[in-house]
Structures are given as structure tokens and as C-alpha cells.
């Protein structure tokens, strides 16, 4: 994973949570948004946020239930829920949506197509819940340094066979970790 690649997609989420928060008076100096992270499990979201507060991603173990982390950055501090992803705990994941300000979505790139129609299913369900609807979102293509993995490009028309555009009524976009 390129670093600036994921730091540049996380200041992009920074700037639409402020944009969806603008109307509601000026942000404190270092404004702090709150943010859900899912994905299925195996899909790198500890290891990214790892990443992110420059741990060491070495020996993540699977995240059963949730775990929080605060993600600093120059401008805002995001306060990112990482939802665990095995079978068990996704039907779970929408009780803890409330007060989402945007969605990261994790993928992973090189997947099989039972794992992506799976995730595929599942930020499609996202998209539509009624607490993330209208939430900022970012999908992040992850695993990009393997051999297997598809590119941005082949990962944006997959979803969009699943009508994304059509279903997504906030603002998003879909970036790659490569
Ligand atoms: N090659 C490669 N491995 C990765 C990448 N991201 C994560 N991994 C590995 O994938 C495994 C699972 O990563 P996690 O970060 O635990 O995945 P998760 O999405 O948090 O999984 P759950 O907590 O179970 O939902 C770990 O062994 C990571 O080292 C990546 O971009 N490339
Ligand atoms: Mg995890």
C-alpha cells in the first residue's frame, strides 16, 4: 500500500465530511468526525487504520465486534469505527451506524468473485441503509500489490454492474491503495 495514495484518499474523505457539515456553523480548529469502516473480513481495514496511526500493521488479528481509533491529521481528526467483517458479526453491523458522519468501505482486490459478489452485496446494502444514504463514502480497492489483484479500473466496472451509481445518493468515490 502507497502511503500517499491512502493519505490522499482519507484527506479527500476529510474535505467531503466537512463539505456535508459546512451548513452548520464554522468547525472548531481541529474538527473531529466520526466514521464507520467495514468490510469483509480479510479486507485490510485494522491493518490500514494501523497504518494510518503509524502502528505497526505486523500480527493484526481479526477484529471480533468493533474497535475504535482516532486517525489524526493536519486539518481534522477522524474518529474511525472498524466494524468487524467475519459472517457472524456483519448482520450486526448496522446497529452501530447511528452517528456515522462517512463510510469507508474496504475491498479486496483479489478476491475471489464469490468473496467480491459477496462484498459487492453488502455496500450495495450499505449504500442504501437509511443512516449512510447520504454519507460520504469512500471505497478503498485494497491488496493491490498482489499478483491477483484487480485494478481500479476493473474494480470500479464490477461495482458498477451492481448499478452503484444508481444507488449511491451521496457523494463517493473509489480509490485504489496501489
Ligand atoms: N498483501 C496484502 N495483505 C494485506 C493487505 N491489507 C491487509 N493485508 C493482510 O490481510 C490480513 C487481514 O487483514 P486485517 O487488517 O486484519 O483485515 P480486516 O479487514 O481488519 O479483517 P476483520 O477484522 O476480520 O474484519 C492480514 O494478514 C494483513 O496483513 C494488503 O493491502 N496487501
Ligand atoms: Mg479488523
Known sequence: MSDL????AFL???????RALCCKGPPPARPEYDLVCIGLT?????????????????NVVSTTGFSIKAVPFQNAILNVKELGGAD??????????????????????????DDLETARNELHSALQHPQLCTLPFLILANHQDKPAARSVQEMYFTLLQFNLGET?????????TE
Do not use: H
Open 5 to 8: 495514495r491512502i493519505t490522499e
Open 12 to 18: 479527500y474523505m476529510d474535505y467531503l465530511c466537512f
Open 42 to 58: 480479510g479486507s485490510g481495514k485494522t491493518s490500514l487504520l494501523s497504518k494510518l496511526c503509524s502502528e505497526s500493521p505486523e
Open 88 to 113: 457472524n458479526i456483519r448482520k450486526y453491523w448496522s446497529r452501530y451506524y447511528q452517528g456515522s458522519q462517512g463510510v469507508i468501505f474496504v475491498l479486496d482486490s483479489a478476491s475471489s468473485e
Open 168 to 176: 449511491m445518493r451521496g457523494s463517493g468515490s473509489l480509490f485504489s
